[in-house]
């Protein structure tokens, strides 16, 4: 009788783990760091280390009482999330303030969800929505945006052998443009590290595509009916391939994450047309962060040898269309009529119900 292995599935091994996904993140984000020193000096840097400093304290004592685990921290999430929380805001955003928002995107975006790659809605936008809500006259502050004693370097000219020319004007404003949120200021280098981040196969296309051609072909059409249309290209570049592709928010398959990448892009120009401005990307991403699971549901890959029912498919489709834009359409509701506010309360009450509940069954 030969002998024979036995082996156990998975076949399919790696050796990565979330800690090396994590710092290729870092690594794609840490030029945008630097740049945003270029233009304001040490300020805008302060800010990013605030978030991440209020992230990483807040995982470290949450996850050591409630979890036991004080070395949950090394897996670098706390940190990813904290510079993604500082790329979105403006330079001379209150230090405590980003703290609050640092420690308040781990504990009610990640941690009481159950830990990473549980969670339901990105943290990092759920940190500027808590800096947003409890702390509206920092946020909406225009001092927070500029200040000209403190402007380093505001552009380059980098490009100036191409004479005084339209093209080089564009491509030194592509490198650096000292305007906008701190990670807004270098549409190069977002997109040198998206297509890092892409090599690495740390995200996919997918949905960065699908937002980015639904926004473009949605802004013209708008343009055409006279909406007044706020793009800021470095924001949608740090939304579309920073925030959007977050794993455990987004859908699997590359047919859903394309369609939710569309829908992103839908609620950008919705938001448009209802002249929302600081929170279009957080709204349009929180948003489409609900509907991961029946997206993702809605496109699972054919079980082989079974019927495909496409009538149940399209009134399933259309059905999901249906509830998104509706959803839409009710967050553009509260927005103008300043109930956001309750919404996240009763997201917080929401979380610490189901956090305890879930504690006291154990």
Not at 122 to 144: D, K, Q
Not at 171 to 180: A, C, M, V
Request: aromatic share 14%; hydrophobic share 50%.
């Amino acid at each position: 009788m030969e002998n024979k292995q036995i082996t156990y599935s998975p076949y399919i091994r790696t050796k990565d783990n979330v800690t090396k996904v994590m710092l290729d993140v870092i690594i794609a984000l840490t030029p945008i760091v630097g740049i945003s020193y270029l233009v304001y000096g040490i300020t805008p840097v302060l800010v990013i280390l605030a978030a991440v400093m209020g992230a990483v304290v807040a995982e470290v004592i949450f996850s050591t009482i409630f979890y036991k685990k004080p070395n949950s921290v090394l897996d670098l999430s706390a940190v990813v999330t904290g510079m993604l929380l500082g790329l979105t805001l403006a330079p001379f955003t209150s230090l405590y303030v980003v703290a609050f928002g640092g420690a308040s995107a781990v504990i009610f975006g990640k941690l009481m969800y159950g830990g990473l790659g549980r969670n339901e809605f990105n943290p990092a936008l759920v940190g500027r929505e808590f800096m947003t809500i409890f702390f509206p006259a920092v946020m909406t502050s225009g001092a927070i945006w500029y200040n000209q004693d403190a402007l380093r370097l505001s552009s380059v000219n980098i490009f100036g052998f191409l004479g005084n020319t339209g093209l080089a004007t564009y491509l030194n404003n592509t490198f650096l443009n000292g305007s906008g949120a701190i990670g807004e200021y270098s549409v190069l280098l977002l997109i040198l590290g998206g297509l890092y981040l892409l090599l690495r196969d740390r995200i996919s296309w997918h949905i960065p595509a699908g937002m980015f051609m639904t926004v473009f072909i949605g802004m013209f059409i708008l343009e055409f009916f006279k909406v007044d249309v706020k793009l800021s290209l470095g924001g949608l570049l740090l939304g579309g391939i920073y925030m959007a592709t977050d794993m455990p928010t987004t859908p699997s398959t590359q047919l859903a994450k394309f369609y939710y990448g569309k829908m992103i892009g839908v609620a950008i120009l919705l938001c448009w047309v209802h002249n929302v401005q600081f929170e279009t990307l957080s709204y349009s991403i929180l948003i489409l962060n609900a509907f991961a699971k029946p997206i993702n549901n809605l496109y699972r890959p054919k079980v082989f040898g079974t019927k495909v029912n496409w009538g149940s498919i399209i009134l399933k489709g259309l059905g999901l269309f249906v509830g998104i834009i509706a959803a839409i359409e009710a967050v553009m509701y509260l927005h103008h009529a300043g109930y956001m506010q309750y919404v996240v309360y009763a997201y917080i009450v929401y979380m610490i119900v189901k956090f305890v509940r879930v504690k006291m069954n154990k």
